[in-house]
């Protein structure tokens, strides 16, 4: 796998770990976009359903970070959406209603609140 992507990943597959959410059966190198300008591999559920996930080669590793972050999370989300969960991670100030979004706070990747822009936890140090 790509570096770079694979650099941008290990925050938010840190997140999922620590939170018992599911992880990827697998992750697969794919330039599925072939483009020179991204980064790109595939994440597979146990299921047998993939989706593509990229970071540009131009961005910041913060902006990388949140990108990616944006990504795997609507990846858990479906996969949670079996069991009638979908607010992963879910917002501490407002539970039950919506997930924390991925943001950039102070020069870092930050789980953030989507109703206020409350930042909550840099990504990778949830759970």
């Not at 858990?76 to 959406?81: C, G, M, P, R, S």
């Amino acid at each position: 796998m790509d570096p770079q992507l694979e650099t941008a990943l290990v925050p938010v597959l840190r997140d999922l770990r620590r939170t018992g959410a599911p992880l990827p059966a697998r992750l697969e190198d794919s330039d599925w976009d072939q483009s020179t300008d991204s980064a790109t591999a595939m994440l597979w559920s146990a299921g047998g359903s993939g989706v593509g996930i990229r970071v540009f080669r131009d961005a910041s590793l913060v902006d990388q970070v949140v990108d990616v972050t944006d990504q795997v999370q609507e990846w858990a989300v479906e996969e949670l959406a079996v069991s009638g969960r979908t607010d992963w991670p879910p917002c501490p100030k407002h539970p039950g209603t919506h997930p924390l979004r991925a943001e950039r706070h102070d020069g870092a990747a930050w789980w953030a609140c989507p109703r206020d822009g409350t930042p909550v936890a840099e990504v990778g140090t949830v759970g």
